[in-house]
């Protein structure tokens, strides 16, 4: 990295620039699970533990924005909407997969740390 | 996924467990840089650019409760004190470099995408 470039980038790094686009507690999740397919709101609403409504429809849209999502009304009675990747959500998706394989490799291990700190915290 | 699971998971998947250790703003950026070595303080606060003192401690404090980052502490007079990823930490950081790519290869749309996304915010 150079950072005394004379054309400055907005990103310290590549991982910077991509968590521009994910970063967040709520977005990683919400295209992890449409990783698996088009998705109705409803869907993602519950596989999305824990999100607010608020919350999702704005995290969406930012997505949306950014090129990742794709939301699609049918313009049906009653509405039917969905929100699938597009190809440069795949992309993405794709790079996140490691990620994915090492919290499920490691999970217990996060349980344990995680709730060791809270302890640590409160004591 | 098994959401039916008798022994229910804290976490949605495995990309939320990696996301309790690595979740924030800074985390990332921080593994990122410990990546290319041990750093000293000082140099982390110049590497990961516009964090405040406070927040870089507090975020340091908690990659090391998680077993992710090691501290070291030299007893030298002046203090010397360094940073290093733990190998739990090296395995993380290997998780993430898909996702350093991804960015690297796509930060112009990137930039892009987040400036017209600003423009339609303030429009």
């Known amino acids: 990295m150079n950072t005394e470039s004379t054309e400055p980038s ?10 521009r686009i994910i970063g967040g507690k709520w977005k990683p999740l919400i295209l992890f699970f449409l990783g ?42 009653p509405p039917r909407v969905d929100y699938t990747l597009t190809p440069f959500g795949e992309s993405l998706i794709e790079a996140m997969v490691p990620l994915c394989g090492w919290g499920e490799r490691n999970s217990e291990v996060i349980e344990k740390v995680i709730s060791k700190r809270k302890e640590g915290a409160s004591s």
Chains 1, 2 share one sequence.
Do not use: N, W
Request: aromatic share 6%; proline share 4%; charged share 30%.
């Open 10 to 19: 907005p990103f310290i790094c590549g991982l910077d620039a991509s968590l």
């Open 36 to 77: 698996h397919g088009p998705k109705r709101y409803g869907e993602l609403k519950r596989e999305v533990r824990g999100v607010s409504h608020k919350m999702l429809i704005q995290q969406l849209k930012e997505l949306e924005a950014h090129g990742v999502v794709l939301r699609t009304d049918y313009k049906e009675v």
